[in-house]
DNA sequence: ATACATACC
DNA sequence: GACTGGTATGTAT
């Protein structure tokens, strides 16, 4: 057994991190992730990671793709540098313009809330072995770690964190395997709930939910305080507008009355799925309740305000990162010029050199966005969203046998024929993606002129671009 | 239409 | 030794 050593985390001093080098800045993403405790031993932790990933091929193909994004970024300093001063005048003017339209529009009649459970996977297996409490949890396997509970989390362990790294960083970590059927069963129960304050909720995965709690607050405003979602076959049958909306509840009002809404709700929850707790983001939209679902994080909740002054007092001081839709590369992208990463508040100032930088879409989402504003202002396009695709996909040892790759590609499509028969889904372009050993991925499509679905279908499709290339 | 990149959980 | 899987969307050609 390989002794590595172990950052120790509860007795642990907090030995300031020599902040690592070269090798470690790709995979410190991991040390790094949200959701963490605060960070003891991180040197100790990266170091291990770093160890552990150095010569590995997938470190070497983050390592190239690193280097690629940043080739990206300095052809965009270049194409700042060489921009003439009209054309930044005229950004500045847009983004000036496009600042004083979003500002008239602010709108303080809506509250959204998106309600997470903490730790999903984790906390579902820990309250059905209560034994684990205590002890560092991973869900997952030595391949991929898909949630950590906060025991775990003080030794560095992450969601998305290979398994075997994981170990490494927490001999004593209890891998625990992933039971998706349960899962499903408890997000149903917690769904059911969420659905008498709003019928239309939306999912965004199995942990997480998206409310429009505007009707149901006005309702409870009129019928009064009293406890309940009022019976839902009562009133809000499916006319849609109808409720008048006599009583003035806006803005801060609105919130007051959504932190007790929410407060309700969480609590249900717990006690319907017996003691998973959750957290989540009250706001004037989905964008800011999301980002504010973060914020007291585990078990709490947290509400933006309505006003433009408590909207970007919020919004300024935060990581680019935590905007919904900015993820690494855009992180890096807009990061400032000692390398530092950029807050919300310097996205805002530095609108005017996005607009020169991207697409006229991206400059935009990303003016918005820094301001506090969804995304498109969706008002919801009547029917439910169709699905746009669905997929299925596997990792396996690698191997050049044709004849292997031709079963495992079999299987594929059977298993994806399957699950689109159940849902009654067809498609009309057939997407073949490969991944090599180095990490490298290619995709190779080809479209139909009717949907198909069937497993000798996909699987003919699938092969069909290879024949022609390559 | 195709290929690939980015992002989220 | 081991670094996921499912879905959506953006960008370039």
Redesign the pocket.
Known sequence: MPRSPSPSPPAGQPSTASDAGDAVKA?YVFANEKGGMTDINRGKINEIIAQ??QS????AKLLK?DR??DE?VALLQQKLQRSDEGARRSAAAVVARQVAALEASRRADRCCAVI?FDMFYAAVEIRDRPELADKPVAVGG???I?TANYVARRWGVRS??????G?ALCRQLVFVRPDFAKYTAVAEVARAIFREYDPKMTA?????AYLDLTDHLHKRARDGGGGGAGDDSGDCDGGGEGERRGTALTGEALGELAGEVVGEIRARVKEATRGLTTSAGIGPNFLLA?IAADVRKPDGQFCTGWSREAVLSFLAPLPV?K?????????KARARKDGAASAVCELLSRAAEARLL??P??AD?LLRKSLGWEEGGREEAAGE?L?????????FRPTGDEAELGETLRRLCASLAEEMAARQLRG??VTLKMKTSD?D???????AARPVGAAEELQARAVM?LTV?D
């Open positions: 995979i552990l990933s590995s091929a997938y470190t793709s690629r994004v990206t997470d030595i391949g991929m898909s998305a964190m290979p398994g075997f790294i170990q965004g995965s199995l942990d997480e999301k990162r905007v919904p839709g900015v993820g690494r590369v855009m992180e991207f697409t879409g991206s989402s969203a699905q746009k695709g669905i997929s299925c996909e596997r990792t009309r372009t990490f991925l290619l995709t190779r499509d080809s479209s671009p290339a």
